[in-house]
């Protein structure tokens, strides 16, 4: 459109002058904590652990500006967690006599509580679909932000109950497959919720939440089993602060990675009919296959370098090609050639869906796969 004499242009403010005093509260609330946590915790870190805490004060205020729902989100779990600790007076045993930790606060229960809220909202998402029904949409989306409040107050009473059980057994939650499976149930599902939220739909929900519910479902049946659930010293290998930073960025890729493949799932329906007048657009779904996948394999690539690095440290070598290392390198292919396919070819449509659904394959293996039918430098994390 041509501007008239009378009228000017007015560029769009600048990224800081957009934010509100909401948003800066936020940001200093943030920076208070993590000081006050340097300060009464400082002496028990060393650089890199101190690095990052400071790090993570600006990593979440960007987080809680580009999302809103991440303040709340942040604010409750710092209620529920420091309530936890605040109930066990410094004694593990509290968590057998105390009502409240008992039956909800304890690490056990509120993962508990998360995995019964994930199947309650894998149920309603799916009521919702067949019934066209907004009300079970909205109370599968609730459900399912319940989920990720009892999921994340668990992993992180669960990193206090690990000093409980020892001040050399503590240790951040991220550490065996009992850990990381609640950790991937909960990305994938912030990631959902996120993609919820900013595409308006939620018709993706009964997909995603499947993935996560066969998660969860391993979970419980790895706590049963296994007694999975029992806090365990750390092996020399995961002595590292390395783990704080390669963990969760390997998980954010796995979380992505699964999440594109129910899209995919939902694509292929559509495309072939099925409940095709219940879904998003194919653009939409195509948009966020993409997306996901997008910031999957930037995280993974990051973890992949900090794995190396981290191996360096722990067995004087970059890379050994042990096998979970070589199946990493597999999905990161994968997922290179799907992208690449994406951008410089124009990869669209069912073929870009099976690929991605097949990657959901290609990456179980290295997840999960790995770690049942072979051995080597990380089968500290075998069945």
Known sequence: MELT???????????????????????????????FALNRFGEYMDVYEKGILLLSAPTFAWLGWQWKQVRWLMAVLAVL???????????????????????????????????????????????GLALRSEFGGAVGSKLCWGAVVLGFTGMLVRWYESYLV????????????????????????????????????RQLGPFVLLVIS???????????????????????????????????ANFVGYGTFALAAMVAVAYLLKVKGILADRLPPLEL??????????????????????????AAEAWGGY???????????IVWLNYAAWLHMRLMKGLRGVVAAWWALVGLLVTTFAFLGVNMFLSGLHSYGQL
């Open 214 to 248: 066969a998660a969860v479902g391993f979970l419980l049946w790895y706590t049963i089993s296994r007694e999975a659930a029992e806090i365990q010293p750390l092996v020399p290998a995961l002595q590292s602060w390395w783990m704080k930073i390669h963990v969760p």
């Open 285 to 310: 779904l195509d948009d966020v296959m993409y997306k996901a996948i997008a910031v999957g394999f930037a995280f993974f690539t990051i973890a992949t370098i900090l794995g190396a690095l981290w």
């Open 166 to 201: 020892g001040p050399d057994v503590g240790h951040i939650p991220i550490s065996n497959l009992y850990e990381v499976f609640i950790l991937f149930s909960l990305i994938t599902a912030l990631f959902y919720l996120y993609y919820e939220e900013q595409y308006e739909t």
């Open 319 to 329: 890379w050994s090609w042990d096998p979970k290392e070589t199946w990493a390198l």
């Open 5 to 35: 004499q009378t009228q000017t242009f007015t560029p769009p403010p600048g990224y800081f002058k957009r934010l509100t005093v909401l948003d800066w509260v936020f940001a200093a609330m943030l920076a208070a904590g993590a000081l």
């Open 81 to 127: 967690a420091l309530s936890a600790i605040s109930l066990y007076g410094g004694s593990l045993q509290a968590a057998e006599s105390r009502f409240f930790l008992k039956y909800a606060l304890s690490s056990q229960s509120a993962i508990l509580w998360m995995s019964t809220l994930f199947f309650l909202a894998t149920l309603f998402y799916w009521g």
